[in-house]
């Protein structure tokens, strides 16, 4: 990641996928150890290794909005 | 290193290995080419044949870490690149043949492709092997899950890497993404492959290269063999983008339903750093590779489009079919392997302090011992 802004995408019925330069701390401010340049934040609540994902959102069946379809022309 | 020349397991293997130890300049590949076609003519499953598939690994070794005792110049022989595209022909035709691929519309992009593939993943509910391994494997079958996997796992990522100068923009920089955290982010001793050898070593396995080849049957070679396939051709890129895909949807669950087998049978994190960094690793990839890279590359490459689904559907169909024959060997009571591994060799398993491992083989304290020797075949 070079220069530019942290990105995160929401990815649908699943984590926040976070690239770039981003601290992530706990509750009390402690940094949380990141194991990898891109990260995978959980964001249904259901895994087990807080705050990252587990893939335990296809598990539990979350399910994001789906964003509106374009009304047609 | 060097994978050791394995057994011959029939006419065409045993061809193979015959010419391989003689050099390539005076070689008559005349032998093999017949010895190959009629295993063709008369196999009734390539994807079981023990033959066949054997020669098909061996071949594709020669691109990876290559053969002990082979001259390198194999690689690039037109006559045995000729054999090799003989059995890869009728290897990709019963791969075709057999797996049903999911449909999306002409227009799909890169998202649709992606939640098309997720769909696919999520149907495809296995025979339970991650269940069976977290509730009831014993430690004998849990070394031979790893002696299965150790094929693949002490090269893992690699099949997968011939991929990426066949690709461009958001694909290539997704696949990259992956494959750099596959390969340790810069530090070998987390490359994956590195991780997967720690546990073997930590279950008394030998971790080098195909040690253990002799014991593998035909369909969990043909599961490797299919990702070499995808691989080292650039025609079927859609079809290597769609299976790491699908791999690694399926990976995050599942390791960690390993992991907790492994600490059901008494295993720490030394054994289970393989399968508790997989849960986090593929967590992430999962998304990269089903969104950046194969839904993608859909988008970018209609024409590759339903190589994409194809490679997606074959890795679930392959995992499936190499699952169901371990979960059956075992709930029947056999091996899984062709045959059995060799005992536990106690002074592979003792503690640096002396302290038995979790298969209860006590070892004296202070013996000379060191955690992870290769067990003698």
Redesign the interface.
Known sequence: MSGGPARV?A?????L?VRGDVEVVDPDGRPVER??????LCRCGAT??PP?????H??VGYRTPRPETPPAP | MTMPLPAPRGPASAALLDLLTTAPADADVTGLDRAVGDALVATEDVLRDEDLQLTLLCLYELHYGGLTGVDDAWEWSPALLGVRARIEAVHEAALRDRVPVPEVPDDAGAGDVAETLFALAAEDTGPGLSTFVARRATLEQVRELLAHRSLYHLKEADPHTWAIPRLQGRPKAALVEVQSDEYGGGDPERMHSALFARTMRALGLDDRPGAYLDHVPALTLASLNSMSLFGLHRRLRGAVAGHLAAFEMTSSVPNRLYGNGFRRLGFDEDATLYFDEHVEADAVHEQIAGRDLAGALAAQEPEVRDDVLFGAAACLALDTWVAQAQVGAWSAGRSSLLHPLPDLVPAALALPDGRAVPDGTAVPAGAPVRVGAPVPA
């Open positions: 995408v990815c649908p019925d699943g984590p996928l194991h990898r340049r891109t990260v995978a087990g290794i990252w994902c587990d893939g335990s296809k598990v």
